[in-house]
Structures are given as structure tokens and as C-alpha cells.
């Protein structure tokens, strides 16, 4: 009985480490890439845009793009958080904020200028093999 309970706490110790080495992105890591924001309830209807995103010293810098990946804006300033994101830019003569919240490791929510809401998916780029 001794033996197997000593099996079982190795187990569960190994298990542990395991979970503790696991950690996920968080602040610029974490959203650092390409994502599909659909914006809902716009006066126009509904838009979805390109965020291409990249780390620049801890922080984030990037464009808007829309889906034909014409460029609509240059991400003008940001906030960071752990699992938040705050990006400005000019759409349309206006300065806007878009708020970004991690929801898992590929999917973010939040909203556009704490007016209209936002879901974004992270856009995964195939590898190509040579």
C-alpha cells in the first residue's frame, strides 16, 4: 500500500510540473500577429478588419487593413495590459479606440469605441515548407 501511494504522489508531482511549465502569452506576446476584427451594429452594418500586429520593444505597433488588405489606418498609439489591448487610429476623419480583451488563446472580444462591439479571431499564417 506504501508503494502505490508513493507511485501516485510521483504522479501527480509530475502532472504538476508539467502544468507549471505550461504558462500562456500574455500582454504584446499574446497579441502579436495578424486578426480578423468583426465589428457589430456599425450605422453602416456590420465590418470586419485586418489588425496586423507586431512587438516593438514590450509594447505593439501595426496598421489596420481592410479584407482585401488595403491599408485603412496606422496604429497610432497603444495601451497594454496583461490580457488587454487598447488600440487607437483614424478611421474616416474620426479617432477611434478599439479595446481588445483575451478571451483564449486564439480569440479575443471588446468593443469599438466602448460603443459597438468586437470579436476577433487570430488569423493562423500556414507555414511553407521549402
Given amino acids: 500500500m506504501k508503494k502505490l501511494s508513493?507511485?501516485?504522489?510521483?504522479?501527480?508531482f509530475i502532472a504538476i510540473?508539467?502544468?507549471?511549465?505550461?504558462?500562456s502569452?500574455?500582454?504584446?506576446?499574446?497579441?502579436?500577429?495578424?486578426?480578423?476584427?468583426l465589428i457589430k451594429g456599425l450605422p453602416q452594418g456590420d465590418t470586419k478588419m485586418i489588425f496586423l500586429l507586431e512587438n516593438r520593444n514590450d509594447s505593439i505597433a501595426g496598421v489596420v487593413q481592410d479584407t482585401t488588405g488595403g491599408e485603412i489606418a496606422k496604429i497610432t498609439s497603444v495601451?497594454?495590459?496583461d490580457n488587454e489591448v487598447t488600440l487607437y487610429f483614424t478611421a474616416?476623419?474620426?479617432?477611434?479606440?478599439l479595446v481588445l480583451t483575451r478571451k483564449d488563446d486564439d480569440?479575443?472580444?471588446g468593443s469599438l469605441m466602448s460603443m459597438?462591439?468586437?470579436e476577433a479571431d487570430r488569423v493562423k499564417v500556414p507555414v511553407v515548407s521549402k
Avoid: C, P, R
Fill in 6 to 12: 508513493s507511485i501516485f504522489f510521483a504522479i501527480l
Fill in 107 to 109: 480569440h479575443a472580444t
Fill in 79 to 81: 495601451e497594454l495590459k
Fill in 25 to 37: 502569452k500574455s500582454g504584446a506576446e499574446y497579441f502579436n500577429g495578424k486578426w480578423s476584427v
Fill in 92 to 97: 474616416q476623419g474620426y479617432d477611434v479606440n
Fill in 17 to 23: 510540473s508539467f502544468t507549471a511549465t505550461a504558462q
Fill in 116 to 118: 459597438f462591439d468586437a
